[in-house]
């Protein structure tokens, strides 16, 4: 695991991922930092070698046989959660942000049958409102949501929100792992690794 982390940090390095600045996020809230980890797919070898240890978690924490189905958030989490579905022989599903006024008018995209339990997949967690309501939706549906996974969890309470609904969060790893490492590798100063250290979110 350790080494995975370290890689991981060095593709966010190589492909330029983390900016520092003023930036609003999808939920509002105004940060003084950004992950973009929807470039990753843009570099075939990072996507694969990242795409390979969320797989390999995901069996580890979580175990193939406890999930039917996998399902991505758009956008960023499809491209991710695609990939994983084919790794792990598991169909593919994915979550409409909004009801498509034509066709079927579903919000889950893809085969869902009653009952069946869903891992949703998305790039990262902020405060958990977007998967909070994608697993509403899945719910919605007649599918079952215990696990969720991303690739990186910001620590700004959104373990927290889906722990209140049973969901339990799977990350590769964590904004404080990734600032510290990156500090140590002298890819930012230790302003910036307090600035992002700053946003955690203590319980």
Not at 42 to 58: G, N, W, Y
Not at 66 to 89: E, H, K, M, Q
Not at 97 to 120: A, C, D, F, H, I
Not at 150 to 162: H, P
Request: proline share 3%; glycine share 8%.
């Amino acid at each position: 695991m350790e080494s995975m982390k370290v890689e991981f940090c060095n593709i966010l390095k190589k492909i330029n991922a983390l900016e520092f600045g003023t930036f609003r996020l999808t939920g509002g809230k105004i940060t003084p930092y950004y992950v973009d980890l929807r470039l990753i797919p843009s570099f075939p070898d990072a996507f694969r070698k990242v795409c390979d240890f969320s797989v390999d978690l995901i069996v580890r924490e979580i175990g193939a046989e406890n999930f039917d189905r996998v399902a991505g958030i758009p956008t960023a989490g499809i491209t991710f959660a695609s990939f994983i579905a084919y790794r792990l022989g598991k169909p593919f599903l994915y979550i409409r942000q909004r009801v498509r006024r034509s066709g079927r008018e579903r919000r889950v995209e893809g085969v869902l049958m009653p009952g069946e339990k869903v891992l949703l997949v998305d790039d990262l967690i902020t405060t958990g409102l977007t998967l909070q309501k994608a697993a509403s939706i899945v719910g919605s549906e007649g599918g079952v949501v215990s696990d969720a996974f991303v690739l990186l969890d910001r620590m700004e309470g959104g373990s927290e929100r889906l722990a209140k609904d049973g969901i339990r969060l799977h990350s590769l790893t964590t904004i404080d792992e990734i600032a510290k490492k990156l500090y140590e590798m002298d890819a930012i100063t230790e302003d910036q690794m307090r600035t992002i250290l700053s946003q955690i979110r203590t319980k």
